[in-house]
């Protein structure tokens, strides 16, 4: 991509997503916005306790609330939470 600056101190691209912003010094500059579409959003995954717990109550009422399977409703609630997260 071609920068230039104009005569006017603007910053002109060969891109069409440019945007316009100020610069802390209050003079006026673009901004080409195609690199900000690439870059993938990171966004912290956190798998809590409570998280967990809604779940395997939610498998234990499908599997009929059957008793003396609370470890295994909680390893599942576990697992299916991870996969769904994208957590190893």
């Known amino acids: 991509m071609k920068i230039r600056r104009t005569a006017d101190n ?7 997503n440019v945007i316009p912003l100020r610069g802390a ?21 956190v798998l809590t306790h409570d ?5 395997a109550r939610t498998i234990w ?9 609370d470890e295994e409703n909680w ?3 576990e697992a299916q939470l991870k996969a769904e997260m994208g957590i190893r």
């Open 10 to 16: 603007h910053v002109q691209a060969s891109s069409r």
């Open 25 to 45: 010094n209050a003079e006026k500059t673009k901004q080409d916005t195609s690199i900000l579409k690439l870059r993938p959003t990171l966004q912290a995954v």
């Open 61 to 69: 009422l499908e599997r009929g609330r059957s008793v003396n399977r």
């Open 51 to 55: 998280l967990i717990a809604e779940r």
């Open 75 to 77: 390893r599942e609630a």
